[in-house]
C-alpha cells in the first residue's frame, strides 16, 4: 500500500494497524521515503542479517504472502 505523508499523518492509528498485514510505503511528492512493516516481518530481517544462511527472500517467504512492491534504498551495511 502506498500512501502520502499527510494520509498517513491524518490516519497513524489505522495504517500502523495495516501494516500487520501489509507494506506501508510513505510518500513525499510521488517519491517513497519510507517503508513501514511488521515487527513479525522486521525480526525476520534481523534473524536473516545475523544469519546470512538463506537469501532474503527465502526468509521472508517463511511469513507466507511476501510483498515485494517497495525497493530497499541505498544504505550502509548494518552495525552490530
Known sequence: MKLSITEFER???????QSKHDD???TDHSQSVAVIISAQKY?????HHQAS??????????L???????E?????P???
Open 11 to 17: 490516519d497513524v492509528r489505522k495504517y500502523l494497524d
Open 24 to 26: 506501508i510505503i510513505i
Open 43 to 47: 525480526a525476520l530481517l534481523q534473524q
Open 53 to 62: 544462511t538463506q537469501t532474503l527472500a527465502d526468509a521472508l517467504a517463511t
Open 64 to 70: 507466507g504472502r511476501v510483498d515485494f512492491e517497495w
Open 72 to 76: 530497499l534504498p541505498e544504505r550502509e
Open 78 to 80: 548494518w552495525s552490530s
